[in-house]
C-alpha cells in the first residue's frame, strides 16, 4: 500500500516570504502522479498543482512550485511571496497510473504572519 | 455553477439515526468518491463508482451503503449512526481518461455530520 508522509504539522511564514512543504511518499511503482491541495477555512478543497511521475521538470503554478525528487521519493511544495490567502491546510497526494484512489498525507497547516 | 455538490452541508443528528448525503457533479465526470475526514484531519478514501459501477470498497462498515442512480450522482446512506461517524464527509468526481491522464479529482464543499 502506498503511504504519504508530510513530517510538518505546521508552518509559519511571514507574508511575502517564501515557505517550503515537505512530502514523502513510498511506492514501488513507476509510474504515478502527485498532488497538492489546499484546505482554507472553508473547507473547499482545492487543487494546487499536480506533477506526473514521468516529467523530469518540476511544475510550477504562479507562485506555487514542487521539487520533484523521483529516486528520494520526495515532493515538496514552495510557495513564493506568501499572501494571507494562502493560509490553508496543504495536503500532498499519491495516485499510482492504474488505480482510482488517492491517498492523502496527514496535512500542513500553513499559517501567514501579516 | 457548483461543479461538485453535496446536501446537506451540516447534519446534526441523534446516535442510532439513518441518514443520508447526496452528491451531484455537472462535469460530465465518470468517476465519483467518498471520503471521510476526521476531527484530526486525515483523508481515507471510501468507496468509489464509475459509471455506477462499484470500484473501491474500502474497510468501511456495512452500516454504510453508497448508491450510484446515474455517473452524476453518488449518495452516502447511514444506519445506525454512531458517534465515531461524527467527521466530515466529501464527494468527488474525476474523468478516468484524459488527454493528461492525471485523473484530477474535483471536490464538493464536504457536509459535517454531527453525530450526538
Known amino acids: 500500500a502506498q503511504t504519504v508522509t508530510q513530517s510538518q504539522p505546521e508552518m509559519s511564514v511571514q507574508e511575502a516570504e517564501t515557505v517550503t512543504l515537505s512530502c514523502t511518499y513510498d511506492?514501488?511503482?513507476?509510474?504515478?502522479?502527485l498532488f497538492w491541495y489546499k484546505q482554507p477555512p472553508s473547507r473547499q478543497m482545492i487543487l494546487v498543482i499536480r506533477q506526473e511521475a514521468y516529467k523530469q521538470q518540476n511544475a510550477t503554478e504562479n507562485r506555487f512550485s514542487v521539487n520533484f525528487q523521483k529516486a528520494a521519493k520526495s515532493f515538496s511544495l514552495k510557495i513564493s511571496d506568501s499572501q494571507l490567502g494562502d493560509a490553508a491546510m496543504y495536503f500532498c497526494?499519491?495516485?499510482?497510473?492504474?488505480?482510482?484512489?488517492?491517498?492523502f498525507g496527514a496535512g500542513t497547516t500553513v499559517t501567514v504572519r501579516a | 455553477d457548483t461543479a461538485v455538490s453535496q446536501t446537506p452541508k451540516y447534519l446534526v443528528t441523534q446516535m442510532g439515526n439513518d441518514k443520508s448525503i447526496k452528491c451531484e457533479q455537472n462535469?460530465?465526470?465518470?468517476?465519483m468518491y467518498w471520503y471521510k475526514q476526521d476531527s484530526k484531519k486525515f483523508l481515507k478514501i471510501m468507496f468509489s463508482y464509475n459509471n455506477k459501477e462499484l470500484i473501491i470498497n474500502e474497510t468501511v462498515p456495512n452500516r454504510f451503503s453508497p448508491k450510484s442512480p446515474d455517473k452524476a450522482h453518488l449518495n452516502l446512506h447511514i444506519n445506525s449512526l454512531e458517534l465515531g461517524d461524527s467527521a466530515v464527509y466529501f464527494c468527488a468526481s474525476s474523468q478516468r481518461r484524459t488527454s493528461s491522464g492525471a485523473n484530477v479529482l474535483t471536490f464538493g464543499a464536504g457536509s459535517r455530520l454531527t453525530v450526538l
Open positions: 462535469l460530465g465526470h465518470d468517476t
Open positions: 497526494a499519491y495516485r499510482s497510473k492504474n488505480d482510482y484512489k488517492l491517498s
Open positions: 511506492t514501488s511503482e513507476s509510474d504515478y502522479y
